[in-house]
């Protein structure tokens, strides 16, 4: 960049880096916190994430910062002032102004009260999802539900408070376009549900035999060690819930869990956390420190998850190659079990009352109650109290059962307790945008199943990378799914996947 | 405490507490580091470093910090100006003075450019180190003695330059106190190693043999859980060289290394900074955020780690209650050997090379010549074109022996590299100290040995927390050796200890 080193571009990317720089430490403190921390420590953690949250808060909406930008940008139109930016620097200015004007928004005290209310309830809510206990948790959640209706008029919105929330994850999200993608998605999800529950069984039972917990962490860095990523610049560990954290594109690292009479779930926990830290370590190392180098959205973040768990690692091809080594490190469980076998195994579709457990097919339904309820809970037409009820009849609704307890229910996710309303429905676009995406991929390499069934991994890294990873937020959902599938996001290609994917495993036309 | 939530005192202590917030997160960045860091994450995390420590160096220098300061004690006497103070609060005060003087002292730029340097000459030394080239380091060390030099002007001294860098790591330490400490134990030491020469040598070479890396770790674990701690404030892993690292007195970490031809080593190691770890889990959590929960100076540290490494590690009961429990563990090795004989093999006297691995007798001599040398390099007396050739003729003075090449003389240590020049004597005082405290111990338990030898080291542990742990900084070092011991601290106990011991090992009178 030709820019002087003083200039208030340069300064203002000095403030944007090392809000970044402190973003990654925080990342490491929670990173730290659900992997190696000692037990007890617990209370001096928070003491440190909530301190470091605040000065985080701050400096993003500062006084210095605010004064740099208004020199570059004008507050009202949003029309360029500095002379002589090149493009990527005024995507970058338009993008730091969306930031300071969300973050100037949140007093730093209602930030720091947010998060004293939501320390203290995830830890309840652990608890009373222990004991089934949904009033233990109810008042923690009528706070959380009120604080969030306060965040939501604080950042505004036009038609609906949900809508404010939701666009902290997906800024191209409202509550209406979500629900006209949903509706659609819902019927035809239900449709080929019922197809699949009208089909002759598929037995998996031989998936869910004990495998000891050293021997699937040991198939865990198998599977990680495959990923076509750099091993200098992640690392796989375990922790209670899988999740994957990026510092920086040099340092991604993710988690898995070891459930001992479900040895696949490890497996695809690692793929999908791959698939976030192959994101984040695709996004450009020069232009770290500013939006450029940001994911665009959780929704798009998911779409990589996604990617890599089901499109590539429930695919056939993809068994092809990895399943003899699969079969070496289990032998007892899948020596005389056929490739072709164990694929339909691994893609039996069964209705379940866990979100995080279920199937392709299902699982955007857990998603679209989650929606739904949330919705309501936020607009006041929900009350707290109710909540139970409201989502065993929309279970039933859905899938045709009922939740034996709140744990199997409304209690199963942690979200809520962190105080993320607005959150789940990412989940869903994810899965939807992988599949536009996917398309796009297909076109450009036909003939990716063989490549796939031969082992090569990269290539596919490769086109993610080109396609989405590298333009960090230069594009906004809306812009990149155009840009790569040249059609606006659409409920129709996930579903078509799924209706071919789904009626030759369940061999029903 | 009694005092109004918004006066000065408690707004002195928030920000108190946020510095030492922000410390501990610093610790995690390095305990990380050494740990579990992807490799490749070196160039973020030196940005992460620098960042928070020129933030926590401008927060303990801040106008707002001085102002606040001005309205407790007077600068100028240091006579407490506020009203109501407790005398821990006295303390406090006193003592945040002393830390704001030094701080303010140095200007953040030179504390950015010596972080800077260091960074990069302790990269380079790793490489000297390896291929023995000095010449390679000497540049950087030239830069890192003129930056020391220009810190102690900065910092004030009335004697030498050298106390002004000693005073950072021990303040009660001079270097005229400190060589007058030194010369009669580097007499006494001498005489006792000469003596030892002369007597019949202890076969010690079946500690020496191949133990596997895997059975070493479950080893150390099984020491570092026979320590009185609670396990849920502490935990253990591996990094190249053996540290301790406290976030907080709830957690605090410890690492040791594995060397397969050198099982003990691992153990000492453990033992060592479990000493360390339990200084730190023994301050007062009260307090917490003030000096009062600070230990006093490294040499008190290195008093704890080599009290549990040495007194307590290497003693004849301790390991009447360990030994089967080791024997156990690699038996092919030990089965056959009698406590007796492992004892005296375990408490071996030869002069090495490397101070890391030296004997109780040798040890302070590896110190005692280092401290000669870089109070010569700071006084511009040395010329680090010079030092190769003055370390060995000072090495050839104390041990009678020639170091074969540089990485087993002058360029074993990582310390100068750092820039850490006055560190080395407190490795030496810490000996002195613990085996003064080790007088006072004994003196209240007459019974130890028994107690010990049953497999009792709480009572150790209380003892050491009463008498040293909770004070934090209240006392100095030299109030709190008078305080323990009756009297100022000397090297007469632990040269007795010495004599002995090793009398009895080596079986002469």
Redesign the interface.
Known sequence: MALKKNSHYQQLLEKSK?IQ??N??LQ??HW?QET??????I???S??IS??SELIHEEKRSRGFKALLTKLISFKTGAIKAKGLSLPQKVIVREWLKDYDRAAKLPSQFVKNFAQVTSEASQIWAIAKQQNNFKLFAPFLEKIIDLNRKKAEMYGYSDHPYDALLEAYEPCATSTRVAHLFEPLQKELTQLREKITESRKIDNRFLHRKVDPLLQQEIGHLFANKMPV??????L?LSSHPFSMA??P??S?ITSRIIPTHFMSNIFSVLHEAGHSMYEMGLPTET?GTPLSESVSLSVHESQSRWWETLIGRSFPFWKHMYPALQKKVPNLLQKVPLERFYRAINTVTPSFIRVEADEVTYCLHVILRFSIEKELIAGKLSVLDLPEAWNAKFKELFGLTPPNHAQGCLQDIHWSLGDFGYFPTYALGNLLAAQFFQAFEKKHPDWATRLAHGDLAFIREWLKIHIHQHGRRYTMDELVKRVSGKPLSHQPYCRYLKEKYAEIYRFE
């Open positions: 090392s720089i402190y990654s430490i490491l403190l730290d190696f921390m000692p037990s007890g420590a209370g001096p953690r003491e440190q301190l470091l750099d091993p200098g610049y992640t690392r560990d510092l920086h040099k340092d690292r770290w």
